[in-house]
């Protein structure tokens, strides 16, 4: 079979964080038939084949420079759909906004929601996600009935926790390296409103913060937002927002058409961009995080209200396309898991060192999490604190500040997240899944593609040896 059309569509592309801009041979398959053929023309090129679902990965999980990426955001048919018990099947490229349009309406809302809608279903099966209730909801992959793969090996498979297990725990969190999904079914979670109940206060530093987010981790959501500014006593003080699902007898909001707001303080959405972008400095950034942590504290500290779960989960939607503010070098997030007991001391040396080197976090973030049985899992029982880093004009200046950081995780017990590294190098990948994981990564693979097809910059960069 000819490899030409494959060749024909040398493109750029970009990692979320447009830190990394790559070329690559780019193919957008409009049906799963047409993937046989293409492991054959990348076979018959020499060439590897990246998957990429929307392209939301912050680092390089869905860049193949100088090889063939399958976008396979076109995959968009549900399959199957049964309103009565929430059970869905899903091609790969539908995305979490498809998912719960389609089943909020019904009554049901995606278990495990990323902090955006864009991203497609093969994807947080790839990065097995996690959201705001991962103490309580595990990752989406705990939320798996079933999926079939294509294997590059050209075998078809169907896989849950019952058939072809193995092989069902390394694809979900295996990043596109073992074969590609072509369906997915989902248990859903019933709701009895379009809305949740939420609650929003502050804490005065990262003890407190730390010790809130466990106390409510039993709550249906809780995460943390940090003033990243923040130094000395007031080092890791924040806000926090837990939400509950509301009852049937709550006589709850079933607004089926949720849409995010047109506006924020008055100002359109749209115009946000440019008016955000002269705080976008260290100086500015201070200011901004300060300047929110005391209206958290003194204007809306204590308040419990309603609120879409549209609008709950999906905070980071809310401007489109605010990640380009970070400039033309872009930006890199730093997201670390550490145990309970390590978390306070942890975070507290990174994010000094990080203020040390000059180079503050202008966003930070806090969540807890549980372990689960995944194979290249990246959570822990603990915590995880998700920076963003803009890119200074020396990137090797952050690249080494990284390094610092994730020796001080490693050295705590902690795991990183491919979905959102940039930095990490195989060496301390292999120190966080260890080398258990790694060999049974490499000998699944040896199955399911002998030829090693299935690549991408990220397992160039961490897995590959
Ligand atoms: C603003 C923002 C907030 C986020 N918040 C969270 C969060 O709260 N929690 C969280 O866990 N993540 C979060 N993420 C990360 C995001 O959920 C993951 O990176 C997710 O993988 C992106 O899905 P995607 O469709 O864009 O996949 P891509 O980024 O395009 O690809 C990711 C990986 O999936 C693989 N892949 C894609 N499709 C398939 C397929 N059909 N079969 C096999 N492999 C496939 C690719 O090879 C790649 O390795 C966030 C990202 C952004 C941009």
Known sequence: MSSAPLLQNAVGLENFGHSLKRVAYVFRPQRTDELPALFEQARAAGLTIG????????????????????ELGALT?????????????????????????????????????????????????AANIHGKNNWQAGPIGEHVVQFTALLPNGQQVTCSPQENSQLFYAMISGMGLLGIFTSITLQLKKVHSSHVRVTAWTQPDMAGML??????????????WLDAAARGRSLGRGQLHR?????????????????????????PKGVLPPLMAPFVNNFGAGLVNMAKYTADRWLHNNKTYLQSLVEFNFLLDYIPGWERIYGRNGLVQHQS????????????????LAQRRGLPPYLAVLKRHRPDKFLLSHAVDGF?????????????????????????????????????????????????????ALASLQALKAQTDPDNILQNDLYRRCLAN
């Open 337 to 352: 898991f550490v145990p309970a007991a390590a978390a306070e001391s942890t975070f507290r040396e990174i994010l000094k």
């Open 384 to 436: 995880s604190l998700a920076l963003d880093f803009r890119v200074p004009s020396q990137p090797a200046r952050l690249v080494s500040l990284a390094e610092e950081m994730d020796a001080i995780v490693l050295a705590n017990g902690g795991r990183f997240y491919f979905a959102k590294d940039g930095t990490l190098n195989a060496e301390r990948a292999r120190a966080y899944l260890g080398a258990e």
């Open 243 to 267: 939400a509950t699902y509301l009852h049937a007898e709550d006589n709850a909001p079933q607004q089926t058409t949720l849409d995010l707001p047109a506006s924020i303080l008055g100002i």
């Open 211 to 224: 010790a809130a987010v466990d106390a409510n981790k039993d709550e249906d959501y809780i995460v943390g």
């Open 77 to 125: 048919r549900i399959l199957d759909w049964n309103a009565e018990t929430g059970v869905i099947t899903a091609e790969p490229g539908v995305t979490i906004e498809q998912l719960w349009r389609h089943a909020l309406p019904h009554g049901w809302w995606p278990p495990v929601v990323p902090g955006t809608m864009f991203p497609t279903l093969g994807g947080c099966l």
């Open 51 to 70: 998957l990429r679902g929307s392209g939301r990965s912050y680092g390089d999980a869905a860049l193949n420079t100088g090889h063939i990426v399958l």
